[in-house]
């Protein structure tokens, strides 16, 4: 969070939101959107909670056995549009869900 101070260019978070309550999670969020449109910073957000940042995210990288799998703008996964397409409330986390359970053999 000291990261915050000051403007930077980069910013490397991980986990950041895990023991927030929803609003303080909602609110930081939008704090590091402003953040970022405001002081043109990037932000690489590391987390296992996708619930409400398919509107944030605008990029996704999978790690998979160490080793980058996918970097990529949210708009380039066609197995997301199809997911949103569908009406699913939560595509981003249904995405990340089906790769899981891919990976796990289920």
């Not at 569908?86 to 990976?103: H, I, N, Q, Y």
Request: with cysteine.
């Amino acid at each position: 969070m000291l990261g915050l101070l000051r403007p930077s260019e980069l910013l490397l978070l991980y986990e950041i939101t895990t023991d927030l309550d929803i609003l303080a999670r909602q609110d930081l969020l939008e704090f590091l959107r402003q953040e970022s449109e405001q002081h043109n910073t990037s932000i690489l957000y590391a987390t296992h909670i996708f619930d409400r940042l398919d509107q944030w995210a605008t990029e996704l990288a999978s790690v998979r056995d160490g080793r980058i799998s996918l970097h990529c703008p949210l708009s380039e996964i066609q197995d997301l549009q199809e997911i949103t397409a569908r009406g699913d409330t939560a595509p981003l986390f249904s995405l990340v869900e089906g790769w899981l359970k891919r990976d796990a053999g289920r």
